[in-house]
Every structure is written in structure tokens, then in C-alpha cells.
């Protein structure tokens, strides 16, 4: 049998011939998908209705993304290797379809493309087609963890995936394209973290074909000793497979791939067996081949094979031009299809050879469908890590520091399937707590006085956004759990990135047979209203704004106001299923309002009157003061505190809002609030006063359906900001509680009049504080030392 080879024996002629057929099946039915609606096998000559109208899709990538599916699928069958394929150059859409149609997967996902002649037929129509599938490799693919659509996170996907998985092999076929942008770039040192011991392995696999798509490849160009130094000082020793000649290549790259696979086997023994975790010399292939390998050498005169034609399409007008019909069936045909496939279309067995047993094929691996192998994670219980709140405000925290001893705690019971991530910030933010348990994961030299390194740390921090994003992403999409924590201003670094997450979670809604994954949680720290040290380069609150334009479905948004919310919010999202969460709170010493008990029911609520701050005292009020963050609801507070004092008649509502998507409507967002609720909350009529941590803007498009929009006055971020204390940031911003107050005068009917002093006195009192902190240095004693006076009762 199979599984009885040799998997160190040298590819042998019956192997070789083996490998040629599957090689060329792929390729056929890679070019039928670009080009064929009918007559999938070429039962009868080509004619310009059998082509699609709109020739669709990247070939030049193919050929060699088939080559590496087919050998692979050669050492996964001699060796019985769990192992997944992801595909830098994800527009090879066409070529990594081909292989699960062969493997019988898709099939097996969507029974209509059966495979069969009929089944073709559907296989290739719907391929960048309407109603069809993207060009990309994207969700609809079995075995697919990796949208293609923007390059740059194949690798750092490839290594989130390969943790925690230790039998996995991560076969990552980085496109020379694509390993020219800086997401890449970073992602070669991602093996710094990766153990041996306790991982899964990845096997980079760089492809040269030379040629993006219009222009030569950097990495292709370069002598090839400084491409390999390169490689080398990354910590790999790469083996190169390079020619023309298919016998030839096919037997250098299964020798590469057999010594590849014989060091990853040898480096995880002596890990396993030893305990000693050192960081090893991880092998790599490069890989050069032509682009567009065995497709038109020349087009009207032109070279194509080889070169930045090959790209795309390389006979584009097939449906007018007779001599590319002609050359395109030469093409098709010179795969000699009548040795591929059988009378009904079905590949035959010397093909079907190559293909692994069920989960052992790439495109049915479990892993590759996380929702299927994820997992609960053990939570303690989070009301044991809250803080003591006898009346509002009457005690202070860093909300993030209790999230971080429930963190460690979440560490200690989920070993094996939860990371905390961050850019060289999770003890900056106060979460530092998890050090108590655990390490920061680090393979690399390890030097007296460093803090908390280890090889088998849970904590993945690197100076990289991206890296922490798209480690993050694999281990989500390989069905585990995690959290990533950063300063609020830099996590739009991975704006693009997020894009893509939220595209793929949209469309896995979709297909019934992929399950959800655990949701991608963002702690956002360091946020725009509390940057002593930092200022104005560290001050911006628009990630919020961007993660909206998502998917309602998809997209949740959390502003806890205090410690107690902010541990509810916490563990609600690690519940969470298929969602990315935003999360915004402070680590800075703040007034703590709810109980824990409170702060859970308000966190279910989403928002909510806080009647011990409110003066309506069941009644209709005169205004709403309304907030959303925790500075905004501090500064609200102290206003509704001097409205109270100075205007003892004024029936002032404070609603805070954690839940931002309580907002919208009902219609526009499951968690969305119905109208009437909303009104109930914020009537119908009279003035709202809402303190925003964020752009004031948003708020406006979340409300603008509602019935008092026109009422709505939203104070937030106005792009003010430098190196001052926390006061003077409110005041540049017009978000402080003395112009809150001014706001209420204003906007309040008939009140301006008979509060004209007090107006007055909030003007002036801005004005002496921005002097107190100009001369002094710090905020001024009345706002420093204020604090909220009053009962829950």
C-alpha cells in the first residue's frame, strides 16, 4: 500500500509519471475555469459561445501553485502528515479549486459540482462569474484560511495557525509579489516565537516566478547569494528548486521536500524528547519556475510564458480573435485531457492516487474550518475579580488592571487554545498581571535581566501590529481563542487587515458548512484622552469609525465607563462567536461608578438612565446629558454635579452608553435600540448633551434616523491634542464639564436668561484652569481632587 513507502526513498519513474498526470489535471482545469462555460472536456471543437464573456482570473500564478499542491499531497500520502497549504498569491484562485475538485472535497462542500463531466461543466461557469465564486481563494474554498485578496499575511497566518497545534505542518507558498511588502517582510521572524516543544511547524515556500503585474519581482532580481543571506540571517536554511524542465523539477522539489520535512521532524524530536528549546535553523524551498509555466509561449508575436504577461490572462481575445480560439484549444488540449479523465468526466485513479485519505487531504483538513475543532474556553468567574463600589465613585482603578488578574486566570485554565497579543504594550496597558503565570513567548537568546521570557510563554508581543493581528487571525481561524490589546491610536496600522477579517467572517455566514470561530477581540488601552507622556502622535480615537463601516452583523463596539463594566464586557466578548469586538477603556486611575452587580445589568442593557446621577426624578426632563467612555463619563458626571448645585430646579437625565450599537435602530443592527425605547430614554423633544470618547460625527450617523435627532449636541475628539495633562486635554477638545454645562444653558429653552451668570462662571473657570496648568504644570485642585457626592438611593 501507499502508506507503506519510504517516505526518505528518492521519487521513483512510477511516482514521477504519478506527479505529471496531477500536475496536468490541475493545469487543465485551472484554464477551463478562466475560459470555459461549456464543453468542458473537448468532446467537440471550441467555439466562441463556449467562452465566457468576461475572462476573469490570474493564470501565471497557477502552474506553480499546482506543482507545489501535487507534491505535497505526495509527502502528506507517504508520510501521513496533517498539513494545510496556504496561498500567498491568492489570486491563484482557479489553481487551488482545481486541486480540492480533484481531491473531492468541493464536492463533497457543494454535491452540484460533482466530479463528473457535468460537475466540471458547473465547476468551470461559475468561476468569476455572477452567482458564482471569487477569483481569489477565498472563503468558499475548502481548506482555505487565507483570503488572498490583499497580500502581505500569508506567513504571519501560516504561524498563528502553527501555534499550539503541534502535529500541524503549515505549507506557505509566499508569492515574490507579495514578499515585497512590509507585512511580509516582518513575518519572517515570526519563527522567534515559535516552539518546537509545544508548536506546529511551517514551511515557508518563497515562489519565484519573476514578474508581478507589470513589473519584475525585487527578490527576483537580486543575486540570488544575497537572497539566500538574507533568508539565512531570518533563521532558515532555504533549498533551491529552480528550472524549466518539468521531470527535472519535479524530482529536485521532491528531494527538497523530503529533506524539508526530514529537519522539522528531526528539530520537534529532539525538542520533544529533550526538553531543550533553542531556536533551530527552520528549513524553506525557494522555488523558481516561469510564470505562466506551460501555458502560450508567445501571444501575436509577443513572449508571454516567463514574463508579466502570463500574469492574468494571457489570450484575451478568445471570443474574437480566431487564432486565439484556435491557440487557446491547442493549449487545452496539449494536457491531453483523454488521459486525465474518464469517459464521465471523473479524474482517473493514477490521478486519484495522489490524493490523501479523507481529513489527511489539505482541503478537508479540520483545522482549516476552525468552527469545527473550536472549543470553549474555561472562564472563571468574572464578578470575583471586580472592584468594591459602595456608592458611585467612591473608589478609583485602572479599569484594565482587575481584566488583567482575570486574565491570568483565563491563561492558567486554557493552556493550549488562548494567546494574549500586543505590540510590546500588555504590561504598558496594565494587564501585566498575566506575568504572574506566564511568560512573553521567546526562542531567541535570552540574556540575564530580561523579564519574562520563555520559550513557552502565552503572551505573543513583537513591535508589529500587523504581526499581532494576523498571528491572531490564524490561531482564531484554526479554531482557538485570543485577545489583542493595544494603544487605541496605533491599531489603525492593521485598518486593512481588520477589512479583510470582517469580509471573511461576512461571507462564512453564509456557507452552511463552515462553523463559527471564536470572535477577534481588541482591548484598546492608551486611548486618545489619557496620552501624558505621549500626545499628539498618540491621540486618535478613529478606529472605532472605521470598524463600523463594517457589516452590522459582525461588528460589535464596547466603551465600558469603569472597571466593573469593563470585566463584563471582557467576558461576554471571549463568549462571543464569529464577531470582531472593539473594546475602549483606560488604564489610568479612574472613578469606579457601578457595583458589579450593577455594572453586569447595565453592560446587558447596553445603556441606561443612571438615576443616582439623574435629577428627572421620574419625570420628563429638561435635558439629557448622555455619554459614552469613560472620560466622557467622568466629565459628564462633574457636570451633572454642577447643575445639580448651581441649578437645583434644572431636571437633568445622565444615560450612559456602553454598547454603542444600542444606537442605531433595531433595523440597522441586531443589538440596535426600537424607537420607542430609544425615545422612552431620550425623548422625543427635548435637548441631548452626549460626551463622546470618540469623533463627534459618528454619533450623528448612528442616530440620524431617530425622532430628536435635530436635538442631539455631540461633544468628542475634535483633532486637538498634545503633551498636557488630562484636564487641559477635555478643555482643547471642548469636551470638559464646564463647557457641558455652557451647552445645557445654550441649548435648553428659556434657561440661557436666568443662568447667564453661571454661563459666565463656566468660562471663567475654564480659563483658570488652563492658567493653573500652565504655570503649574498639573490640572487644578478643583478638578483633581473632585469627586462625586451623592447615594445610589
Given at each position: 500500500m501507499e502508506t507503506a513507502l519510504d517516505p526518505h526513498a528518492p521519487l521513483t519513474d512510477y511516482e514521477l509519471r504519478r506527479l505529471n498526470l496531477y500536475w496536468r489535471a490541475a493545469n487543465y482545469l485551472t484554464v477551463g475555469q478562466i475560459y470555459l462555460m461549456t464543453n468542458?472536456?473537448?468532446?467537440?471543437?471550441?467555439?466562441?459561445?463556449?467562452?465566457?464573456?468576461?475572462?476573469?482570473?490570474?493564470?501565471?500564478?497557477s502552474p506553480g501553485l499546482n506543482l507545489l499542491y501535487a507534491h505535497l499531497n505526495r509527502t502528506i500520502v507517504r508520510r501521513r502528515l496533517p498539513m494545510i497549504f496556504v496561498?500567498?498569491?491568492?489570486?491563484?484562485?482557479?489553481?487551488?479549486?482545481?486541486?480540492?475538485?480533484?481531491?473531492?472535497?468541493?464536492?463533497?462542500?457543494?454535491?452540484?459540482?460533482?466530479?463528473?463531466?457535468?460537475?466540471?461543466?458547473?465547476?468551470?461557469?461559475?468561476?468569476?462569474?455572477?452567482?458564482?465564486?471569487?477569483?481569489?481563494?477565498?472563503?468558499?474554498?475548502?481548506?482555505?484560511?487565507?483570503?488572498?485578496?490583499e497580500l502581505g499575511y500569508s506567513l504571519m497566518h501560516s504561524y498563528g495557525a502553527a501555534f499550539d497545534n503541534p502535529d500541524l505542518i503549515v505549507a506557505c507558498v509566499i508569492g515574490d509579489g507579495e514578499a515585497e511588502t512590509g507585512p511580509l517582510a516582518g513575518s519572517w521572524l515570526s519563527n522567534v516565537f515559535l516552539n518546537p516543544a509545544r508548536d506546529g511547524a511551517v514551511l515557508p515556500i518563497l515562489h519565484l516566478n519573476g514578474y508581478k503585474i507589470g513589473n519584475p519581482t525585487i527578490l527576483d532580481r537580486i543575486p540570488q547569494q544575497d537572497l539566500l543571506s538574507v533568508l539565512h540571517g531570518y533563521g532558515?536554511?532555504?533549498?533551491?528548486?529552480?528550472?524549466?524542465?518539468?521531470?527535472?523539477?519535479?524530482?529536485?522539489?521532491?528531494?527538497?521536500?523530503?529533506?524539508?520535512?526530514?529537519?522539522?521532524?528531526?528539530?520537534?524530536?529532539?525538542?520533544?524528547?529533550?526538553?531543550?528549546?533553542?531556536?533551530?535553523?527552520?528549513?524553506?524551498?525557494?522555488?523558481?519556475?516561469?510564470?505562466?509555466?506551460?501555458?502560450?509561449?508567445?501571444?501575436?508575436?509577443r513572449r508571454v510564458e516567463g514574463t508579466f504577461r502570463a500574469h492574468q490572462v494571457p489570450l484575451a481575445g478568445v471570443r474574437d480573435n480566431p487564432e486565439h480560439l484556435a491557440q487557446l484549444e491547442r493549449w487545452m488540449r496539449g494536457y491531453r485531457p483523454e488521459e486525465l479523465f474518464d469517459a464521465t468526466g471523473s479524474p482517473v485513479p493514477e490521478v486519484c492516487q495522489l490524493v490523501p485519505e479523507g481529513d489527511l487531504r489539505m482541503s478537508a483538513n479540520p483545522r482549516t474550518n476552525g468552527g469545527e475543532v473550536l472549543r470553549d474556553l474555561v472562564l472563571p468567574d468574572y464578578r470575583e475579580y471586580g472592584v468594591a463600589v459602595p456608592e458611585p465613585g467612591a473608589t478609583a482603578a485602572g479599569a484594565t488592571t482587575p481584566t488583567g488578574r482575570w486574565l491570568r486566570d483565563v491563561i492558567v485554565a486554557n493552556p493550549d487554545r488562548f494567546r494574549l497579543f500586543g505590540p510590546d504594550e500588555v504590561a504598558s496597558n496594565k494587564l501585566d498581571a498575566v506575568f504572574e503565570v506566564t511568560d512573553r513567548v521567546f526562542v531567541a537568546e535570552r540574556q540575564p535581566g530580561d523579564d519574562h521570557l520563555s520559550p513557552d510563554g502565552r503572551v505573543m508581543e513583537v513591535l508589529s501590529e500587523h504581526l499581532c493581528e494576523g498571528w491572531l487571525e490564524g490561531y482564531l481561524l484554526t479554531g482557538r481563542h485570543g485577545v489583542f490589546t493595544s494603544y487605541e491610536a496605533f491599531i489603525h496600522i492593521v485598518d486593512s487587515m481588520v477589512n479583510q477579517h470582517a469580509k471573511w467572517?461576512?461571507?462564512?455566514?453564509?456557507?452552511?458548512?463552515?462553523?463559527?470561530?471564536?470572535?477577534?477581540?481588541?482591548?484598546?488601552?492608551?486611548?486618545?484622552?489619557?496620552?501624558?507622556?505621549?500626545?499628539?502622535?498618540?491621540?486618535?480615537?478613529?478606529?472605532?469609525d472605521h470598524v463600523v463601516n463594517k457589516k452590522a452583523e459582525v461588528v460589535r463596539v464596547y466603551l465600558p465607563p469603569d472597571a466593573n463594566t469593563l470585566l463584563s464586557i471582557m467576558d461576554h466578548c471571549l463568549r462571543s462567536r464569529h464577531y470582531i469586538n472593539v473594546v475602549v477603556a483606560g488604564k489610568q486611575p479612574s472613578p469606579n461608578w457601578l457595583s458589579m452587580d450593577e455594572a453586569v445589568l447595565h453592560c446587558q442593557r447596553g445603556l441606561g438612565i443612571w438615576g443616582w446621577a439623574s435629577t428627572d426624578e421620574g419625570a420628563e426632563p429638561d435635558v439629557v446629558l448622555a455619554c459614552a467612555g469613560d472620560v466622557p463619563t467622568l466629565e459628564t458626571l462633574a457636570a451633572?454635579?454642577?447643575?445639580?448645585?448651581?441649578?437645583?430646579?434644572?431636571?437633568?437625565?445622565?444615560?450612559?452608553?456602553?454598547?454603542?450599537?444600542?444606537l442605531q435602530s433595531e433595523v440597522a443592527h441586531p443589538h440596535g435600540l426600537p424607537d420607542a425605547q430609544f425615545d422612552t430614554i431620550f425623548t422625543r423633544s427635548k435637548p441631548v448633551i452626549f460626551a463622546y470618547h470618540g469623533y463627534p460625527?459618528?454619533?450623528?450617523?448612528?442616530?440620524?434616523?431617530?425622532?430628536?435627532?435635530?436635538?442631539?449636541?455631540?461633544?468628542?475628539?475634535?483633532?486637538?491634542?498634545?503633551?498636557?495633562?488630562?484636564?487641559?486635554?477635555?478643555?482643547?477638545?471642548?469636551?470638559?464639564?464646564?463647557?457641558?454645562?455652557?451647552?445645557?444653558?445654550?441649548?435648553?429653552?428659556?434657561?440661557?436668561?436666568?443662568?447667564?451668570?453661571?454661563?459666565?462662571?463656566?468660562?471663567?473657570a475654564r480659563q483658570e484652569c488652563r492658567d493653573y496648568t500652565r504655570r503649574y504644570g498639573e490640572d487644578a485642585p478643583r478638578v483633581a481632587e473632585w469627586r462625586w457626592v451623592g447615594t445610589r438611593g
Open positions: 468542458p472536456l473537448l468532446r467537440e471543437p471550441l467555439t466562441p459561445e463556449q467562452i465566457k464573456p468576461r475572462l476573469l482570473g490570474h493564470w501565471g500564478t496561498t500567498g498569491p491568492g489570486h491563484g484562485g482557479p489553481a487551488i479549486v482545481a486541486n480540492t475538485w480533484l481531491e473531492g472535497t468541493y464536492s463533497e462542500r457543494y454535491p452540484s459540482v460533482d466530479r463528473d463531466e457535468a460537475g466540471m461543466e458547473r465547476l468551470f461557469r461559475q468561476f468569476s462569474f455572477p452567482g458564482g465564486i471569487p477569483s481569489h481563494v477565498s472563503a468558499e474554498v475548502p481548506g482555505s484560511i487565507h483570503e488572498g485578496g532558515y536554511r532555504p533549498y533551491v528548486v529552480a528550472g524549466d524542465e518539468p521531470d527535472r523539477v519535479h524530482r529536485e522539489l521532491a528531494a527538497a521536500l523530503d529533506r524539508a520535512l526530514d529537519e522539522i521532524a528531526a528539530i520537534q524530536g529532539r525538542a520533544r524528547s529533550t526538553g531543550v528549546v533553542e531556536r533551530p535553523r527552520w528549513p524553506m524551498i525557494v522555488l523558481r519556475t516561469p510564470k505562466g509555466w506551460t501555458g502560450p509561449h508567445e501571444v501575436d508575436g467572517l461576512k461571507t462564512t455566514s453564509d456557507i452552511p458548512w463552515r462553523r463559527p470561530l471564536a470572535s477577534l477581540n481588541y482591548l484598546l488601552s492608551s486611548h486618545v484622552w489619557r496620552q501624558d507622556h505621549n500626545g499628539f502622535s498618540h491621540q486618535d480615537p478613529g478606529f472605532i451633572a454635579d454642577l447643575l445639580r448645585r448651581h441649578l437645583p430646579d434644572l431636571r437633568v437625565r445622565v444615560v450612559n452608553v456602553v454598547d454603542l450599537m444600542r460625527a459618528l454619533i450623528h450617523r448612528l442616530t440620524y434616523r431617530r425622532a430628536n435627532h435635530d436635538n442631539l449636541h455631540v461633544r468628542g475628539y475634535q483633532e486637538e491634542g498634545t503633551t498636557t495633562t488630562p484636564f487641559d486635554m477635555v478643555m482643547l477638545n471642548q469636551l470638559d464639564r464646564f463647557h457641558l454645562v455652557v451647552d445645557v444653558i445654550d441649548r435648553v429653552p428659556g434657561l440661557s436668561a436666568r443662568a447667564a451668570h453661571l454661563r459666565q462662571s463656566m468660562v471663567d
